[in-house]
């Protein structure tokens, strides 16, 4: 079941690694080609992968498939693996508020520091973590939500790809 | 003693099968609010410093291209010229596996990704050539972990970002250890091969061997750019894996036209939600860290370490034993990223090549992925195959045996990873 918000972070995501991609290529030439080099290029690419990190976070939550070790679960009764997992959705979700709480904070203490090339506000980069951190609640949430109408929806994590 | 409770919560939480990226910060919130004299907004402010690094910008660049590559038409031109090269020696589809795979390594910087790469294309026409398909699984499995040793190579990126050892220097120390791989690999399908009576495939004709080296010509132009690149000096690995990922859209849209646009759009947000799902844990490893060596975990590491012996080569094989175990256990890029630096300060106590090590390290870890509980690879293999873990396991064991072997290697001849670095980049 995909929802605007999923098709939403997908579109995102996308034209986000697109720019990233594009910047850091832009700048390889116009330092080595052109010989100008552009100061902000790197600041503003690590900018955006932040970005990537937490916002992207949110797919591996939506689907079920970031990574954690199954090593030990897999012993336990079906019934008493779900139950663990929902204790483990709610300590999830308490971790996942206070990077919201405490990212917000941050954001807003450093919202007068500047990155050096780019002059921009440094509260841009730690944004990111409330902002991704609240789109990971929403996705535990829209998990559960359809895991109740279709409980066969609720498989089993599968492998991340490092 | 609160030290128990930084790292007593961590296992206990992976136990219980909590993303690994939210066990190491809910370890350490449960620390800092115990501790109560850190403010916890230190949370916040070192994850995501933790990702504020260019050179982990690497990581998804070097996925996308490997990526584009299955995507674009590229990895099936590899096979074709690993056809050419080694199809006429027994055992031929298994060797042309390893030299695909060698090829790819100098492409991709992903072992996951390289064995589902060239597993899509190899194991069908394998099992066409009657190849038992729990052999061909086990074997790309095994072949893909050359993957990252070879340059370029995202456990080397990540390793080189936490120490602050340079990413070039170890990518030329992976060379030799790649190559060496390939070479023991095919030496393993040689002896599987004579065994089970596998012939070879034949040689192609001269004008068919001619037509694949031509059509492969452009994609032998990846492991020139990206590391040509390095080198020299003109890009940073960073920088070269951009290159990458331009010259392989530029090739499978115009060259081989095997990538539409919409293609594209969807690689880009794939590569980017799988490159979150390992940044997530990197960041987070970012306070994890820190606090470890706040509370002194490296140094009493060292010391534990040291006190049972203090000769490099007995400290080696510990760290090795102690890392094939850990690796059945623990996914890959978690273990490296947790136990990176807390061993630096060990392996410099000892004196020991951060180069060195790190392609010890990396090599070692790599086999991990092959073992099950916990090895992404294994995983890969199973669901694309079908086979089950014991299969693999079973048939992956003569691989893994020339995998260790190679480690051993690499371990007590430090030459065969240093002499590369030192001769190119000086001392």
Redesign the interface.
Known sequence: MRTPLDRAV??A??????A??TI??V??IFR?VLNRPLAWT?EL???L??W??????????RSR??????????FLPERARRA??RV?DA??LC??G??VW??T??CL?TWGLEFPAMEISRGY??L???VGATLMIIAIVEHWHDSRRAPAADAA?????? | MMVLVLVGVLLLL?????????AM??AS?AYLLLRGDIP??V???R??VG????V??AI??F??AGELMNRGGITQRLVDLAQALVGGVRGGLGHVTVVTNMIMAGMSG????DA?GTGAVLIPAMEQAGYPKTFSAALVGAASTIGPVIPPS?PFVIYGGITGVSVGRLFLGGVVPGVLMGVFLMGAVYMVAKRRGYRAEGWLTLSEALHSTWRAIPVMLFPVIILGGIFSG??TP??AA??A??YAVLLSTLFYRELSLDNL??I??A???????????I?SAGLYGWLLAREGVPQQLTELFLSISREPWVILLMVNVLLLILGC??????LLVILTPVLMDLITRVGIDPVHFGVVLTLNLMIG?LTP??G?TL??MV?LTGISVTDFTRECGIFMVALVVVLGLITYVPKLVIFLPQLVMGK
């Open positions: 997908h579109w995501l996308a034209t986000t690694l697109g990233m991609t850091v290529f700048s390889v080595y790197e690419a690590s900018l992968f932040a990537i990190t937490f916002v992207g976070a949110f797919v591996g939550f498939s970031h990574i954690a070790i199954d090593t030990l679960m897999v663990t997992q483990v300590i999830v971790v996942l206070l990077f405490q990212g904070r941050l203490t980069l730690y990111s973590l409330p994590p599968q492998a991340g790809r490092p | 992976l136990a219980l099968e909590f993303p690994v990226a939210i910060t809910g919130v916890l907004v949370v916040a402010q994850v995501t990702v504020d690094s260019f982990l910008l998804p660049f996925f996308l992903s072992a996951v990704a589902a995202i003109i890009v960073t920088e951009v290159v990922v331009v759009f969807s880009l947000a590569v980017a939600g799988n490159t979150a799902k390992i940044t997530f844990i960041a256990l623990m996914e890959t890029t978690a992925l509980p916990v992404m995983y890969v669901s």
